[in-house]
């Protein structure tokens, strides 16, 4: 029996926090900082590798069931995200059973960029290795940002019937489930997607709002909280100019609505808070939420 996922309220919505998998990897190999301007004051956080969750939230909103992201931890013993000796949470259909969710009543699926850890539990195989795959969310809308669906590379693996785009994303697009979504939408119930691109052409954040409170699923708009405080440094694939554009939209409008941050990667709820020189990630308060 899984644990319960935390849960956060957002007004009359709740969000449920589901990590489906702590992977480890190291700032210096995946942002595009050179060493000489990470050393001398943040060391203690690119020098080693980190542990990183991968975090997928569940919205219910009134009238409205919706997931953020739906990962599945599949990550090789030996493979240089793995942790040694880990032994991974249940997966996030059982998650979902420990917290009430049936996968069934879900509406909506944002997938807020196309990169493996964000969406390889959109499907899933029934009974044995051989079974069909099927979606886990049958009856939902999976969104996800055009410009990462109709990236070269992505139409290349969706060709390929082997490959994992084609069993998750492409079994999705042929049973009539993917939509390809641009821009800023309304998806009712107080729940909203906000255009990000930067980590991927496609990149989209989720915006919660309900009696004045609100709260943003950011995907991996940040990764980790020195990105919030340097928001030009950025992994090695990020748009140069996008990433720093996004980054700015999205926390002008936190700080103006005191808003609460979800992030994929980024253990726990953040908020953003003015520094001297900008902003920085902070813990948001435990209690009241
Ligand atoms: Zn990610």
Redesign the pocket.
Known sequence: MAEQPRRIQVGEATVTIINAGDLRFSLRDELAVPEEEWRPAHADVFATPLVFPSQCFHIAAPGLSLMVDAGRYDVPEGSGFAIPGYVPPPALPEQLAAAGIRPEDVRYVVITHA?W??FNGVTQAMNGSDAPIMPTFPNARHLLGRADWEDAKMRAEVARPDSMQSRTLGVLHRAGLLEPVEGDRDLGGGVRLVATPGESPGHTAVRVESRGQVVYCVG?LYHHPVEVERPEWMATWADRAATPTSRARLATAALAEDARLLA??IAGVGRLARTGEGVRWVEAEQHGE
């Open positions: 990169h850890d964000h991996d994929a990667h």
